[in-house]
């Protein structure tokens, strides 16, 4: 086995539709865009939701509502479970902790504990949420939860 014989497997590649390559292609002619018209054009893509200059629903309709995205607390979520491989018995779990372990990606708003998995530490928690399963679970173990 050597570089000059590898091959991508049977089926994982597809051959690419060559369109105006004749009547016998299929796609030969107008190549599958229709006869003449905007659409059938180069470059001729209409933007979604354009009514050929005529006010478009969106902006006839009025605006309803606001949205609140923009400040909510987003919570990195680490479930009890996770902490089991990553963590000693007594070790302190934080947000610092948590992203020198590699559960967290970046720093969040905060960080939130849920239940789904078992501990089997006794471990110190100090985040900022926690679900009332999960703080059942944690003192269970013979940790303890506090809230920040």
Request: charged residues 25%; proline residues 3%.
């Amino acid at each position: 086995m050597n570089l000059s014989n590898l091959k991508p497997r049977p089926g994982s590649r597809h051959r690419i539709k060559r369109v105006g390559n004749g009547e016998s292609s299929g796609h030969g002619k107008t190549c599958g865009k229709g006869h003449k018209g905007q659409k059938a054009r180069s470059g001729g893509s209409i933007r979604l939701g354009f009514e050929g200059g005529q006010m478009p629903l969106i902006r006839r309709i009025p605006k309803r509502g606001f949205n609140n995205a923009e400040f909510r607390t987003n919570y990195a979520v680490v479930n009890i479970g996770e902490l089991n491989d990553r963590f000693a018995d007594g070790a302190t779990v934080d947000e610092a902790a948590l992203l020198s372990a590699g559960l967290i990606r970046k720093p969040y708003d905060g960080v939130k504990i849920l239940a789904t998995g078992e501990l089997h530490r006794k471990l110190i928690v100090a985040v900022n949420k926690a679900s009332e399963s999960a703080k059942a679970a944690i003192e269970k173990a013979g940790g303890s939860l506090t809230l920040k």
